[in-house]
T-cell receptor, first 113, second 110 residues
Framework: EPEVTQTPSHQVTQMGQEVILRCVPI?????FYWYRQILGQKVEFLVS????????KSEIFDDQFSVERPDGSNFTLKIRSTKLEDSAMYFC???????????FGPGTRLTVT | KNEVEQSPQNLTAQEGEFITINCSYS?????LHWLQQHPGGGIVSLFM???GKKKHGRLIATINIQEKHSSLHITASHPRDSAVYIC????????????FGKGTKLTVNP
């Protein structure tokens, strides 16, 4: 069964460093998402991406964040200068089309020290 | 702003018991998702529904659009059902983003 994959599973970085989190959505899906979950808190929406552009973003998704689909398979989230408060689990998700069920990847745990 | 509330926050049951987890939301939605989060953190989609009822194995999800309420039921619960169950909604109006509840932590004891 097709699944969303994410790498790495765990990333440790120092404050101020740039990180790139990678996702491979399900191959025929058209919509892609990033969510994050700070430890002990609920999952929060960051950004949605369709047709090679951001379709919606939250207040959390400020200028420090960017997303890209560099080729036909990968979908990346870049944090330019990490802060301690960026420590969280980051989930990628995709769906076939608008209104369809979203499928989640296993997550990348980002720890900023 | 759409708020999603779940109850209870924590639930402990004995193996074999019937489990109900509730979710209520504040604005009109186009769909509601029930998700399962395992201790390792991964999220698995259980159901997406916009009306009525869906069943998959021992899991049943219902939704009442008028009352803005959904329930997830687990029949004949088993220790392997222990996980966090999360309700998430997609609002009306074309947005694809999901708004999540805080989750219900279920522990099923043998």
């Amino acid at each position: 069964e097709p699944e969303v994959t994410q790498t790495p599973s765990h990333q440790v970085t120092q404050m101020g460093q740039e990180v790139i989190l990678r996702c491979v959505p399900i191959s025929n899906h058209l919509y892609f998402y990033w969510y994050r979950q700070i430890l002990g808190q609920k999952v929060e929406f960051l950004v949605s991406f369709y047709n090679n552009e951001i379709s919606e973003k939250s207040e959390i998704f400020d200028d420090q964040f960017s997303v890209e689909r560099p080729d036909g398979s990968n979908f990346t989230l870049k944090i330019r200068s990490t802060k301690l408060e960026d420590s969280a689990m980051y989930f990628c998700a995709s769906n076939l089309n608008a209104g369809y069920e979203q499928y989640f990847g296993p997550g990348t745990r980002l720890t900023v020290t | 702003k759409n708020e999603v509330e779940q109850s209870p926050q924590n639930l402990t049951a004995q193996e074999g018991e019937f489990i109900t987890i509730n979710c209520s939301y504040s604005v009109g939605i186009s769909a509601l998702h029930w998700l399962q989060q395992h201790p390792g953190g991964g999220i698995v989609s259980l159901f997406m529904l916009s009306s009525g009822k869906k069943k998959h194995g021992r899991l049943i999800a219902t939704i009442n659009i008028q009352e803005k309420h959904s329930s997830l039921h687990i029949t004949a619960s088993h220790p392997r059902d222990s996980a966090v169950y999360i309700c998430a909604v997609r609002s009306q109006g074309g947005s694809e983003k999901l708004v999540f509840g805080k989750g219900t932590k279920l522990t099923v004891n043998p």
